[in-house]
């Protein structure tokens, strides 16, 4: 079955770093755009970055431009997000998306998410 599995989060002092990975099986994974999401309590989920099955293309929301950087290596099955210069408004469950179209619909996968919490 399909398994998206993230890793890297966890507690880090504002202005600090941290790499968020997801690991994809049981899709082939080339095929599928991918994308980090986030979600803090009382707010609805948005989307942080994506990126293209060939990873020619990203786009970012603005209120991380500058910050994250979205990478995927496909010969890993993974897709990456670095987030430099972190804010305590970055605190969030941060999730991985895989998206393939196609003809009769989109077809989506989620990870579980994995917490990032931005605080002195």
């Known amino acids: 079955q399909v398994q998206l599995v993230e890793s890297g989060g966890g507690l880090v002092q504002p202005g600090g770093s941290l790499r968020l990975s997801c690991v994809a099986s049981?899709?082939?994974?080339?095929?599928?755009?991918m994308s980090w999401y986030r979600q803090a309590p009382g707010k609805e989920r948005e989307l942080v970055a994506g990126?293209?099955?060939?990873?020619?293309?990203?786009n970012y929301a603005d209120s991380v431009k500058g910050r994250f950087t979205i990478s995927r290596d496909n010969a890993k099955n993974t897709v990456y997000l670095q987030m430099n210069s972190l804010k305590p408004e970055d605190t969030a469950v941060y999730y991985c998306k895989a998206e393939l179209s196609r003809v009769g619909g989109p077809v989506a996968y989620w990870g579980q998410g994995t917490q990032v919490t931005v605080s002195s």
């Open positions: 990126i293209t099955s060939r990873g020619g293309r990203t």
């Open positions: 049981g899709i082939t994974f080339s095929d599928y755009a």
